[in-house]
């Protein structure tokens, strides 16, 4: 129904800059909700940054003023620019979307891509 293509993972350097993108694709046009979150070792997955059909942007403590979230509605695009990156960003990235009017609420997850931050 949904299909999710990531990419943009790799390895970077303390300070450095990446920057991943997440397609949706299939019979769902609209989403009211598309973001990224993050599971690092060993630890639970997190909300990274979450763009909602209200116009509002929900940014971690973490990663504010580090990482900024671009959605485009028309091609249901979600990429996520991540800037002074830092070694505890090092992490599997996944996009989520969300569709449907409650109670028949339907998320996907996207396969995960690896980002990590090293010297």
């Known amino acids: 129904q949904v299909q999710l293509v990531e990419s943009g993972g790799g390895s970077v350097q303390p300070g450095g800059s990446l920057r991943l993108s997440c397609v949706a694709s299939?019979?769902?046009?609209?989403?009211?909700?598309m973001g990224w979150y993050r599971q690092a070792p060993g630890k639970q997955r997190e909300l990274v940054a979450l763009h909602t059909n209200g116009g509002t942007t929900r940014y971690d403590d973490s990663v504010k003023g580090r990482f900024t979230l671009f959605r485009d509605s028309a091609k249901n695009t979600v990429d996520l620019q991540m800037n002074s990156l830092k070694p505890e960003d090092t992490a599997v990235y996944s996009c989520?979307?969300?569709?449907?009017?409650?109670?028949?609420?339907?998320?996907?997850w996207g396969q995960g891509t690896q980002v990590t931050v090293s010297r």
């Open positions: 989520n979307v969300g569709w449907g009017d409650w109670p028949d609420l339907r998320y996907k």
């Open positions: 299939g019979s769902i046009s609209v989403f009211h909700a």
